[in-house]
């Protein structure tokens, strides 16, 4: 075993939870007004509307976040009743999210074990994801009159973060580090020991402000160790979680527009007044401005994060999900996409202008035919 490890038998989790966040999108656009609206006016003493994010935090269309029923998840021969919220946020995407607690006085070893669970495929991952689909669609539902062009994607993203409180056995956070595998629990290995490269890369992304917290983060999960227990960190990587979501969508959606533009390639011409080729093309333009607008929201999301260690964490977030890959992989397709489509509208042009040149030719032809004809 790792060095990092030998004190691990004495660490013991005293008070934590274990939040799992599944986010989806449903709409090009939610008016966060009238979802407001529709919370205080259905009812349901069940759905109660959150505070909006505290002054460190401060998104310019802050998103609404309420309550939802708890939900029961059997792991191993323990049930635990998660607290379950929902999160909407107005360029499209809502986001579900579990809180386990982790028992008092959980042992290292136990907490390794359930995150293995966690992640690989099981029978709890299945439970969380349909549980997290089942409640995605009833918030849909409920909030059907504020979203703007609905869509059902089947794709959704999917992270966990281990939040502690009060661990039993350390001193200070990084004692955390030196004491126990905080990469083999994000990444929930337990039968391999990591190599150290793996484990130095995972650390790469450690992040303290202070001796008393410590912020792990990685593509597929991360660790928050905050005494105080707010949850300022969990609510900045569920941000950029949604902008991760973005990207993916808008790829995905790109990778559609390019094959029907083949598509339509290979089935030939449909016309010469009336080509698809204009309406793919013209789609293609609304699409650039589209995606244009969301890259200033993300860019403006950058500078109102007002408090600079968070700022760090929300760059180091982008960064380690791979979000500026994906817009790169966007912005070429779109290029791509406007070019094939600018090639394809110009063959159009030259085709009707081919057409025109041949009706003048034929009228030409009958004005010539019709005078000798008048002379003769």
């Given amino acids: 075993m790792n060095s990092a490890n030998t004190g691990s038998k004495n660490i013991f989790i005293e008070k934590g939870s274990i939040l799992i966040y599944r986010v989806f999108d449903v ?23 959150a505070a909006r994010n505290r002054n460190a935090v401060v998104v310019r269309n802050a998103p609404v976040r309420f309550g939802l ?5 059997k792991l191993k ?33 136990s907490l390794l074990n359930l995150s ?70 994000i990444l929930g290995e337990i039968k391999d020991e ?9 650390l790469e992304n450690l992040f303290q402000y202070a001796d008393d917290d410590l912020v792990l983060i990685d593509w597929n999960a991360a660790v928050v160790f905050e005494p105080s227990g707010v949850k300022e960190v969990p609510d900045i990587l569920e941000f950029s979680l949604t902008h991760l979501l973005e990207v993916r969508y808008y790829d995905d959606l790109l990778d559609k527009r390019l094959v029907e533009l083949y598509d339509s390639i290979e089935q030939g011409r449909q016309g010469f007044w009336h080509n698809r080729f204009f309406e793919i093309s013209r789609e293609a333009n609304t699409r650039f401005i589209e995606f244009s607008e969301f890259l200033e ?35 070429r397709k779109m290029n791509l996409l406007a070019q094939v489509s600018d090639l394809l509208e110009g063959e159009a042009n030259v085709r009707r202008s081919h057409f025109l040149e041949l009706v003048i030719i034929v009228l030409i032809l009958f004005e010539v035919v019709a005078a000798f004809f008048k002379f003769h």
């Fill in 116 to 185: 293995s669970l966690l992640n690989a495929p099981s029978e709890i991952v299945t439970a969380i994801d349909q549980a997290a689909r089942k409640k995605s669609d009833e918030v849909v539902k409920l909030i059907s009159t504020s979203l703007k062009k609905p869509n059902h994607w089947n794709f959704f993203e999917d992270y966990t973060i281990y939040f502690f409180e009060e661990v039993l056995g350390i001193k200070k956070a990084n004692d955390l580090v030196k004491q126990t595998d905080l990469p083999a629990l």
């Fill in 69 to 73: 029923d708890e939900v029961e998840f």
């Fill in 297 to 331: 929201r993300m860019g403006n999301s950058l500078k109102v994060v007002g408090d600079f260690y968070l700022a760090r964490i929300f760059r180091a977030s982008l960064r380690r999900y791979r979000v500026h890959d994906w817009q790169e992989s966007i912005t």
């Fill in 27 to 49: 709409a090009e656009e939610i008016d966060l007004k009238k979802v407001e609206a529709l919370l205080r006016q259905g009812g349901d003493l069940r759905l109660e509307l």
């Fill in 194 to 202: 990591l190599a150290d490269e793996t484990r130095s890369a995972i």
């Fill in 77 to 109: 021969d323990f049930n635990y009743r998660a607290e379950t919220t929902a999160t909407v946020w107005d360029y499209g995407a809502v986001s579900i999210a579990f809180q386990i607690p982790i028992s008092k006085g959980t042992d290292w070893k």
